[in-house]
């Protein structure tokens, strides 16, 4: 298996503007979990999901952010509109019951507001 | 609330010295214990977790409920080494997503 797999690895963009990160979990796991990590606060939790439904969304920041899982193989977290404070490097990663629930990453997705 | 701490933000040890970094938390419940490891600009990968008490590139860690304590040791490190690392604690038997430390930069010096 590939991993878990991110698009795009890098984005800059305008304060504004929308951002949409892509994520691919690895075939068969059934949670799929956003993280967001910056040098301030580390490595926060946003949102996860089992079985493409979300569970816990406490940590999405504010209503700019949106994650979606419309099928069990991809997710998108969406920012309408970018903030420069949104800078960060944004991590997908799943995991399944049968595996034990071991949490795999992918390679993050580094976003940069200008 | 859950929460892991990781005092050190940055430890620096000579190649050939034993490491140990420090990580507590705190749970009302009975938790699994973790140990992630980041290397310059990759992605997280999983060094250890508690209950498989197994040990991974000389790598160990014991869960103290006493002390609330996992603290990972080696006890020579070597320059491949150099990373950041990472506690994470989640509930026991759960699927729930790891609430993380701020992590500890791990620096070995030749």
């Known amino acids: 298996d590939a991993g878990v797999i991110q698009s795009p690895r890098h984005e800059v963009t305008e304060m504004g503007q929308e951002v949409t990160l892509r994520c691919k979990p690895i075939s068969g796991h059934d949670y799929l979990f956003w993280y967001r990590q910056t040098m301030m606060r580390g490595l926060e939790l946003l949102i996860y999901f089992n079985n493409n439904v979300p569970i816990d969304d406490s940590g999405m920041p504010e209503d700019r952010f949106s994650a979606k899982m419309p099928n069990a193989s991809f997710s998108t977290l969406k920012i309408q509109p970018s903030e420069p404070r949104d800078s960060a490097v944004y991590f997908c990663a799943s995991s399944s019951r049968r595996g034990g629930n071991t949490i795999y990453f992918g390679e993050g997705s580094w976003l940069t507001v200008v | 609330a859950q929460r892991v701490t990781q005092p050190e933000k940055l430890l620096s040890v000579f190649k050939g010295a034993p490491v140990e970094l420090k990580c507590n938390y705190s749970?009302?419940?009975?938790?699994?214990l973790f140990w992630y490891v980041q290397y310059s600009r990759q992605r997280l990968q999983l060094l250890l977790r508690?209950?498989s008490r197994e040990s991974i590139k000389g790598f160990t860690a014991d869960l103290n409920k006493g002390e609330t304590s996992f603290h990972l040791k080696k006890p020579f490190a070597q320059e491949e080494d150099s990373a950041m690392y990472y506690c994470a604690l989640r509930s026991g038997g759960g699927a729930d997503g790891l609430t993380f430390g701020k992590g500890t930069h791990l620096i070995i010096q030749p």
């Open positions: 749970y009302s419940g009975s938790p699994e």
């Open positions: 508690h209950i």
